[in-house]
């Protein structure tokens, strides 16, 4: 089955068997983007560069898969229930996204996950999320043993890269006052890479803080930060000369203005730096970083309570400290989002 296909059939699949009008019980939100990128193979991890999100999703290595732009199609539903418990009000629910290429199929993939929400004693909140993300294509990478000749580049031999993803993370959240919600967020996850890319394979843990601020009625100001740490498989490899283990410091901040009664704007950055910790003597890593700088700017305009139209824009910087230069991309899209 195509991947295609797959996200195509896990879209349709979180539909529940319910009419149109739902009882309250159920909550819905759909969303639909429609995006133009600069660079495909950087588009999956530009729009996962968000605390709620995988920052730390792996990204194509540029020397061997040239920057290509496309436009991309982005659906996303969310489907929660709602219920009552001795803790409080609690809902559980199913989340699915899909990024379909127009031109670069082969980067298609699909995203489910699985979250539940209670509320806690002492105006406290816990927040459970699994996430998977299969078969993403990260692109065209040489394969281990590299060849001892001094020929280099020309006797490399390439296969696609892919990796699937699971993660599980962990929220607490408390509420200080109206102005102020804070929450810790841990997860632990997963990386598994397919075929000849195993050494590649990763567990991954991640701990941080999450500040949500209201400083006055039509500002909203949100500030994390995480730190998470990889350790590979490649590191008992050292014949391969290629261990992708790291140490990664995660810094985010997003700020929310509402003009109007119908329009809103939201302007956000992110910074991570990757550590690499591999200690494999010939390892192109070893002792080097990777830093990622990105700004993004939306604009949402409110057309109903329940309907909205939204435009952003993109801009994302990754170089990693042993290439000359870095990679700069840019996705500019337009969206609608519905909610039930």
Not at 86 to 103: D, R, Y
Not at 284 to 308: K, N, P
Request: avoid cysteine; charge should be negative; glycine fraction near 8%.
């Amino acid at each position: 089955m195509s991947k295609l296909s797959i996200t195509a059939a896990l879209l349709v699949t979180v539909f529940p068997a319910f009419p149109l009008q739902a009882e309250e019980a159920w909550e819905v939100h759909m969303e639909s983007y429609f995006h133009h990128t600069t660079d495909a193979a950087l588009f999956s991890a530009s729009r996962r560069l968000s605390h709620d999100q995988d920052p730390t999703l792996p990204v194509v290595e540029s020397e061997y898969d040239p920057q290509r732009s496309d436009f991309v199609f982005e659906p996303e539903m969310q489907i929660y229930r709602h219920f009552d418990n001795v803790f409080g009000h609690g809902k559980l629910g199913l989340v699915a996204e899909g990024f379909i290429f127009l031109q670069e199929s082969r980067f298609t993939h699909p995203m489910v996950g699985v979250h539940f929400i209670n509320d806690l004693p002492f105006d406290n909140q816990l927040i459970l999320r699994y996430t998977f993300i299969p078969d993403l294509h990260i692109g065209r990478n040489p394969v281990r043993p590299l060849p001892e000749s001094e020929a280099g580049d020309e006797l490399l031999r390439l296969a696609d890269e892919e990796v699937t993803t699971h993660f599980w993370s962990l929220g607490i959240g408390h509420q200080f006052n109206r102005q102020v919600h804070g929450r810790i967020y841990s997860r632990y996850g997963l990386r598994r890479y397919e075929r000849p890319f195993q050494h590649r394979d990763n567990q991954f843990w991640t701990v941080g803080a999450h500040l949500e601020i209201e400083p006055a009625e039509d500002v909203e100001i949100l500030l994390g930060y995480h730190f998470e740490r990889a350790y590979a498989d490649g590191r008992h490899r050292p014949e391969l000369r290629d261990d992708v283990s790291y140490r990664n410091h995660y810094v985010t901040g997003e700020i929310l203005f509402s003009l109007t009664e119908s329009l809103a704007l939201e302007i956000g950055g992110h910074y991570e730096r990757n550590g690499w910790t591999s200690s494999v003597a010939g390892d192109i890593r070893r002792g080097e970083y990777e830093d990622v700088a990105q700004g993004e700017i939306a604009l949402f305009y409110h057309l109903t309570a329940r309907l909205s139209l939204t435009a952003e824009f993109q801009g994302v910087h990754r170089k990693e400290s042993f290439e000359d230069q870095g990679l700069t991309s840019y996705n500019a899209g337009v969206g609608v989002q519905w909610h039930l």
